[in-house]
């Protein structure tokens, strides 16, 4: 059985200027609230301050298939913040299943919304779910219990639309699935760099180019 699965996080980080890798590992983030689904069954949604739900970790150490939309974000979390705190085993990559990936591969855009537009399939997104990130997930954080509510009811809308738009595409052939996790691997484990060589050069590019511009003014 497939778990749809979307976090909310707060962390002091700055996922947009720092990268999901550095997000999931940084000692502010945790884990807000979690919408999931198992198959067909209701949406629900789990809160950090409760127990882990015994079918997510049993899922989670089955190594059955989770689907997220951007599922490098909810791996990483997953297993940097949520395995360590609940003392869960890691489900293991090939687990993961992206409908971002799987949208990209039907020619649709990748944002859930957008695509959601392209697979026909009705949307709740507004201008209130990025400002309910600002309030909750980037400090200072907003903690009245009336906004985290709104938050977790948007988590919830999303794994219900991105539950009916992979359901409405084609799925990843095989081969587009090992590609995916190929390529998740590949980020995994990143590339060896000679930093101070690198700062290096730009350096030396940097006056290399001011004395170029420099002798033609």
Not at 23 to 43: Q, R, W
Not at 90 to 115: H, K
Not at 179 to 208: C, F, M
């Amino acid at each position: 059985m497939i778990l749809w699965l979307d976090y909310e996080t707060r962390s002091a980080c700055d996922l947009p200027e720092k990268g999901v890798y550095n997000y999931a590992l940084h000692n502010t983030t945790e884990m807000l609230c979690a919408a999931y689904a198992f198959g067909d069954e209701e949406v629900q949604l789990w809160w950090h301050h409760e127990p882990i739900p015994q079918r997510i970790r049993d899922h989670f150490a089955s190594g059955d298939e989770i689907r997220a939309h951007n599922a490098a974000f909810d791996r990483l979390i997953t297993w940097h913040v949520v395995c360590p705190k609940y003392n869960v085993p890691l489900p293991p990559l090939e687990s993961w299943y992206c409908t971002a990936s799987q949208a990209r591969s039907n020619c649709a855009p990748g944002s859930l919304e957008d695509v959601g537009r392209f697979a026909s399939v009705s949307m709740k997104k507004d201008h209130r779910g990025s400002q309910l990130i600002r309030m909750c997930c980037v400090p200072p954080f907003n903690t009245d219990p009336e906004i985290l509510d709104e938050l977790g009811q948007y988590a919830l809308q999303d794994v219900r639309a991105m539950r009916a738009i992979s359901q409405a595409m084609r799925e990843l052939s095989n081969e587009e699935l090992l590609d995916y996790h190929v390529n998740e691997r590949i980020n995994d484990r990143g590339v060896l760099l000679d930093k101070p060589l690198a700062e290096s050069a730009i350096k030396y590019a940097d006056r290399k180019s001011t004395r170029l511009n420099s002798s033609h003014t």
